[in-house]
């Protein structure tokens, strides 16, 4: 089967993707194997490319917003050829720690990550841990329902540990993939929002969906009650606690982020909070893909063919999307 596979990393305008012919995997215990519809594009997947993350050995096969159709199941799984399932960052995990036992899975030290350390879905077929595929809507297309699965879900984390209520206004740090979606789960929730964003595209993109006021870092206060911030840039964590109301907390959705600066220490007094978030869960899969089938978040695929996934990487990693990048697998 073709797959695009990362041997040695490097910068992604070198195009560290390699076109393999791999063999079709086959399922073990447990596992389901999919013909790959649609896999969406993440800044994530600009890490393993560039070597953040590093492959493991043998390389690494990217992505990991999967929709998938199950064309083969091993024995003990619990889906069915015909099925079309959705396959998230969260590729296994030991079941047997006591963060497994208590549904915090995403802080498992044996946890492994598709599409770095768990082939992806930049291939024609993969195979997954049945119990960390989830069922998905019938009503949408794989490229619509594909950046759900990490953009969405990773957000709809972020968004819960900030904190943010009904009324309450929410700060939105950086707006790429993932902020698109989470502006408009916080909008459905109720709460104002406000987008930190350089680029006047941005910000604009920002105000169509709904947000309150969209602008640069350095503008004045804007007495946000949690901020979500979704820069790799730990430079920004000075400025976003600026905006922040005491008692407030800012949590960083980055799988990877450049040092944190010193920080004086009146920006976090007034009981502020600062917080990363790690990975996602199951039970936040099931969840947010149950919020998205009531209506409230829509996605904004741009289509890539197969063959363009070095572009989709530097266009993603250059901001020069305009929604979510995701590959067209199968038709």
Known sequence: MEAWQVDTPGPVEGRPLVRRDLP???PGPDQVKLRVLACGVCHTDVHVAEGDLEPPPGGAIPGHQIVGEVVAAGAGA????????GVTWLGACCDRCSYCREGRENLCSRAAFTGWQVPGGFARYTVARHDVCVPLPSGPSPLELAPLLCAGVVGYRAFRLAGARPGERLGLLGFGASARLVLQVARHRGCE??????????????????????????????DCHAIVSFAPVGDVVPEGLRHLRPGGALVLNAVHLTDVPPLRYELLFGERSLRSVSNVTRADAREFLALA???PVRAQPVSY??????????DVKGARVPGHAVLEIAS
């Open 293 to 295: 089938a009531d209506g």
């Open 305 to 314: 063919p197969f063959e363009r996934a070095n572009e989709a990487l530097a």
């Open 24 to 26: 079709e995997p086959e």
């Open 193 to 222: 929002v406000v987008v930190f964003s350089r680029r006047e595209s941005h910000a604009d993109d920002a105000l169509s969906l709904g947000a309150a006021w969209a602008g640069p870092l350095s503008a004045d206060g804007r």
């Open 78 to 85: 619990g889906h069915r050829p015909g099925d079309r399932v």
